[in-house]
C-alpha cells in the first residue's frame, strides 16, 4: 500500500451544510403540516366531547318529560345536571369531556385567572336561565324549551366554545371562543351534531335560530 493513501473517516464542513441544509429544508416543509395536524387532532378531541355532552343532555331530556337540559335551574349548572363535576372553592375538579384540548387555560378558580366553570358554554336563549333562589325566570329572553318546541333541531344551537372564564352561559358572538387555529369555535345542535363556526361567518342570530324566540324569527 502506498505509504500516502489513507482512509477518510466522517464528513468534510462542506458534506455536514450540505446534511445541516437538506434537514432545514425538510423541518420547513414538514413543520407547517405537523403543526396543522396537531391542531386538527384537539379540534376532533373537542368535537367529541361535544357529541358526548349532546348524547347525555338527551338522556337528561328523556328523563324529564322532553325539557332540554337547562343552562341552570335551582341548585345547578347544566354540566354540573350531567357530570360529577364540581365548582366549590374546595373541590374544584372538571371531567375531561368538558375541556377543549385547544383552550390552554386550564380549570381553576376564576380569580386566579382560570376556568371556573367548563371550556364550553350553554345558549341560554335555548336552554333557559333561573333564579337559584327563587326558581323565576332571570330573563324574559332566556326560557327552557320542550323538544317538540325545537322547530329546526339542526339549526338550534346549544352548546358552544367559550371563553368565559366565570360564566356558564354563551348567548353572543363576543362570549364565543374561536380557539381553533384562532378562526373557529365548535358548536354543537339539539340534533346532536357538531359544526364549526368561523369567526367571519358568525352573527349573532345563530343563538336565535331554530326554535321560537320572542321578538325573532
Request: glycine fraction near 8%.
Amino acid at each position: 500500500m502506498n505509504k500516502n493513501s489513507y482512509v477518510r473517516i466522517g464528513f468534510t464542513i462542506i458534506e455536514l451544510l450540505v446534511v445541516v441544509s437538506i434537514i432545514t429544508i425538510l423541518v420547513s416543509i414538514l413543520f407547517p403540516a405537523l403543526y396543522k395536524a396537531k391542531f386538527q387532532g384537539q379540534s376532533i378531541v373537542c368535537t367529541g366531547n361535544l357529541k358526548q355532552i349532546g348524547l347525555t343532555s338527551m338522556i337528561y331530556t328523556d328523563y324529564n318529560n322532553s325539557w332540554l337540559l337547562p343552562g341552570k335551574v335551582s341548585g345547578s349548572y347544566w354540566y354540573l345536571l350531567i357530570s360529577e363535576a364540581s365548582t366549590s372553592d374546595s373541590n374544584l375538579k372538571m371531567p375531561k369531556n368538558f375541556t377543549c384540548p385547544s383552550e390552554k387555560t386550564p380549570h381553576g378558580l376564576a380569580s386566579a385567572g382560570y376556568y371556573q366553570y367548563t371550556h364550553y358554554g350553554s345558549n341560554t336563549f335555548l336552554t333557559g336561565r333561573y333564579s337559584w333562589t327563587t326558581g323565576e325566570l332571570e330573563s324574559t329572553n332566556e326560557h327552557a324549551h320542550k323538544l317538540s318546541q325545537i322547530k329546526i333541531p339542526n339549526l338550534a344551537l346549544t352548546t358552544i366554545d367559550s371563553w368565559r372564564k366565570s360564566n356558564y352561559a354563551v348567548n353572543y358572538i363576543a362570549f364565543t371562543g374561536f380557539r381553533h387555529s384562532g378562526t373557529k369555535a365548535n358548536a354543537l345542535y339539539v340534533d346532536g351534531h357538531v359544526n364549526g363556526v368561523k369567526f367571519t361567518g358568525a352573527v349573532e342570530g345563530m343563538f336565535r335560530t331554530g326554535f321560537d324566540f320572542p321578538g325573532y324569527e
